[in-house]
């Protein structure tokens, strides 16, 4: 525990070696603890207070996710958050997208397609340990991952069409492959949140445990995919990413001219105005 | 009851209103209930005596999605049969494909395209209440829908093959973006009529259920789905369905040359043929 | 029994009629057994000792798909090994790989696409008999018949990755069509082998019976497949699988290409040679 806590300390881009052989380091919200005899790396999304994902907060996972890339010590990643037992990720930040300009939205957007280039196409074995609630983009960050463990308890599900907007065609595909394309095309129409019980029924996720699990199965999982000859895994796993994430590449304005077209419509200003007054409500 | 049997006289492409709050209309052998407070369309197919898909009912059908699509009114459509109990639809009807012209093929032909687009494109959610068999074209009309509820004990499935033909390849698509491209592969090629049991194992149907709960749990997702706010509906649905539409649309006269050039094949005609002759034979 | 030890007798691209109305033939280690009076021909796997696919034997495979599909007295396949009950196909050949020149690896390359063209093509009803462990090409060789029967006990799989190589896309195909892409992508990448009991629950097998039930169940559903009528059968089987073959037809120097630069490199050769010295001491 205490090997963790020490090795968490928050270090904005800057590396550090810890007294347990553990290197830390990190962008912004993002912290990342590499154990150096396995090479595994934990990626602790900490972005408070439910890890919603901010035109910043992506690109401090992009940076992490490129230099994690490059680094030939590192063997495979589990990708975390810092809010264990409550959520894993809110989802793409609602007040990026709400009274914004195009050039604002389009930015984001660009944050948002080089997230799910970064983590979706990362080279070497990434195990999701959804420990807490994945709505919308938290659940399409744990499907650009190789394997997922899911918090008993706790529901996950593209869930955009519930705020008035729809899910981009990438993450789509991310569904459409993972539980087949017409569940998906129903679950995506209805943005249907599964319990954890309806998403390893559906192969929404690999594995349904409690809390003190979430964590040590995910690595369990890590240890025996970074076993696998590592040039090897690469490959086949390009195979299927490859090329959808050269897809996204070939018409990356258009997408991005999509979304701030999507975005900037009456109805969805509206829709996203009120989700957030009710969202200010709430927590008076 | 009443109110049901009161707006179901049938008003050919008329529109009225009853004293009921519903407006009754449509096309020839479709009948359309529309509920005014909850935008809901009830559409019946009526084409005595199993709702065979001929070049004019199909247009019929046509000609009411395309009413119903643009109409702003309308929330949503729950698809039915007449027959209660019977049959939903008994496919495309033999008679149409047996011992015609090229030129009368290709024109039924490109109903059957037109039926499809203008089914499968529908811009809100379409409920199919499967209440008797469903097979061929019968089942290619329930895949077109967002969901299934099929009466317990009646089949369903794209058993084309047995009549000596091949489904065209949108049935296809229909069928393997449902059950997925294998388990499709295998049915269509053996022509395999499904078991109600057997369709909700597959997930080629959603609900199976007795007679007296089919309109109702057909009603009660409908109700459901019109709740998502619909252009986010709309565009979600749309990015699953667009493609194989545009596909359709870019290369329809091949298509129809395709289909006129498998049913004139000589082997075609004759297993044709003798069906129909059985048929006759059957119903002495 | 003593028609089949009969029929089995080898004969190098001989053609020879039995008293039983049987006609027995093949090329190299491929036997045929046709039954004159079904048109099912029994193709047996026979290359010693665990029908590893060397070129020559693919070679042999070919040629004889080739022949099966021009004899228009063929109705379907049963394929089937002769070492029943230990191995259905031990998959590529390793030697084949390992310290050769680029032609070489080029005309070996050559003749893993020409199995597949003409084994997944096959215009007629085709039953892998799965009498033994199915690991790597021989999953890939079950993958492309219509309908397998798995032998209880024995393990299927595309385990590539574990011998530090990927698959080809054309096998990546195989198992993403059957079981899905995720679920796919991530026993390709892990190098799964499955068990019986986990191939039937994937759906990547159709059943899994005790030995004496492997070879009369694949033939009893082979027998329900030939009644399908065979123009259909096939355009329908076509619809699926043409667009894939033609896809390789159309890369199939850029595929030859990939394969021997993967091959070709040293950790690939690395891997490749502990793998067979390893193979060498368990003989030993």
């Known amino acids: 525990m205490l090997k963790t806590a020490l090795c968490r300390t928050w270090l904005s881009s800057k590396t550090s070696f810890n007294t347990f052989g553990r290197r830390c380091f990190g962008h912004g919200n993002v912290s990342v603890d590499l154990q150096s005899d396995t090479g595994i790396a934990t990626v602790t999304l900490s972005e408070p207070p439910v890890n919603s994902l901010s035109g910043e907060f992506l690109t401090s996972i992009s940076k992490t996710m490129k230099e994690l890339s490059a680094d030939s010590s590192v063997s495979g990643l589990l990708i975390t958050s810092k809010f264990h037992g409550k959520v894993f990720s809110a989802g793409l930040n609602i007040l990026e997208m709400y009274n914004k300009s195009d050039s604002y939205l389009g930015e984001f957007w660009r944050s948002v397609q080089e997230w799910y280039i970064d983590t979706y196409n990362f080279p070497k074995p990434v195990v999701a340990a959804i420990n807490g609630h994945a709505p919308a983009g938290g659940c399409a960050f744990a499907l650009m991952c190789d394997y997922r463990v899911l918090l008993d308890g706790k529901t996950i599900g593209l869930n955009e069409t519930q705020l008035g907007i729809a899910a981009p065609f990438f993450f789509t595909y991310l569904m459409s492959s993972t539980i087949g394309i017409r569940q998906a095309e129903l679950a995506l129409a209805n943005g249907t949140m599964f319990s954890s019980d309806q998403a390893l029924q ?40 490859g090329p959808n994430v050269k897809k996204l590449l070939g018409e990356r304005e258009e997408d991005i001219a999509t979304f701030v077209g999507l975005l900037q419509k009456p109805y969805v200003q509206k829709v996203l105005g009120k989700y957030l007054e009710n969202l200010k409500n709430r927590k008076k």
Not at 210 to 215: F, Q, S
Request: positive net charge; hydrophobic residues 50%; charged residues 20%.
């Open 202 to 241: 559906a192969n929404l996720v690999d594995e349904v445990v409690p809390l003190d699990l979430v964590i040590p199965n995910a690595m369990n999982q890590l240890q025996k995919m970074i076993k696998i000859p590592q040039p090897a895994f690469s490959l086949s796993k390009g195979q299927f990413r």
